[in-house]
């Protein structure tokens, strides 16, 4: 006998919340005698980060990759995710004779600090009540997040970084590394992103969050106590940012106006066209794998990004006196973070003089092409990362005929 809709829903979230409490990866858990500092004034203790390590760190601790995720990615980059089942989000990328080599490079991801899936987040308990923090979780920061991931390198003892990288959130870590962490970070690879989050991508996210805010199983972000799940308001949000997240051209090339299994339309508000259907499944598929309250806090972490600002108001004294070699990534399609946006990031990198290159890849793909098959990607990442390696002499894996 099959699941009921019920039933299916209830075991989906049972599994993620299990993935919060004993993540299927490794742990680092930092005590009430190791606090984190947060931007918002308070100082986070315990806490947790859960992370995904591939391929293996050499005697000299040189080949760190250290991979950056995105909004709605995690530390499954390139293993079968433990709730939906699926491969990674970056198995195109990362592992063995892949641009991410894992048979050469020692690839990190940690989740992010207010994620879902082992490391600290509102789902977490929170040890001066017993329940999920819910909505008492203090407000985060991108800085906050890559903070926490330098306390974790800390932990395992890794000095510095030969490349860290990521796209769009992923991205704004990636900056965020470089800015703050010059002296650790030996090269750097944002993808599709910006120094700071538009008022129409803010926007967007404001969009995304009254959605779930208005669904009434959210219960004022203590749904977790009240054993509900703001399932569609969280898939509303999802709904909207996947627009985002392609381009008109993709989505005309693969939908059109095509209607979905019928010959006409129906007169009525079910799902006449294939789009509409598409984004009810990645609207529902979503809502399996990520808690409600992270999205509203990652959303919020991303919209607060100005590394500008940080800096008087001027982007370039954030790399001022950088050694980090730079490729920027952008795409002609992403309308979420125009290439204008990475053209900005360069002017500032050359106004310090700093080592950068860009490349800006033609694509009908829209933002997520950094998720996708893009052979000009694959190329420029695995060409800038074997330049890093030879740079700091790290050797060629036995046998390999691609590597010079």
Known sequence: MSETPAAQTFSHLSVRLAQVANPQSAIVHFGSDAPLPLDCGVALAPFSIAYQTYGSLNADKSNLVLVCHALTGDQHVANIHPVTGKPGWWETMVGPGKPIDTDRYFVLCPNVIGGCMGSTGPSSINPATGHAYGPDFPVITIADMVRAQARLLDHLGIPDVLCVLGGSMGGMQVLEWAATYKDRVFSAVPIACAARHSSQNIAFHEVGRQAVMADPDWCQGRYLEEAKNPRKGLAVARMAA????????????????????????????????????????????????????????????????????????????????????FCLVSFTSDWLFPTEESREIVHALNAVAANVSFVEIKTAKGHDAFLLHEPELFDTIGGFLRAGALKRGIAAPPGSKSWP
């Open 242 to 325: 996947h627009i985002t997240y392609l381009s008109d051209e993709a989505l005309h090339s693969k939908f059109g106006r095509n209607l979905q299994d019928r010959d006409k339309v129906t007169f009525g508000f079910d799902a006449d066209f294939q789009v509409e259907s598409y984004l009810r499944h990645q609207g529902l598929s979503f809502v399996d794998r990520f808690d409600a309250n992270s999205y509203l806090y990652i959303t919020r972490a991303m919209d607060y990004f100005d590394l500008a600002a940080d800096h008087g108001g001027v982007l370039a004294k954030a790399f001022a006196g950088t050694r980090t070699r």
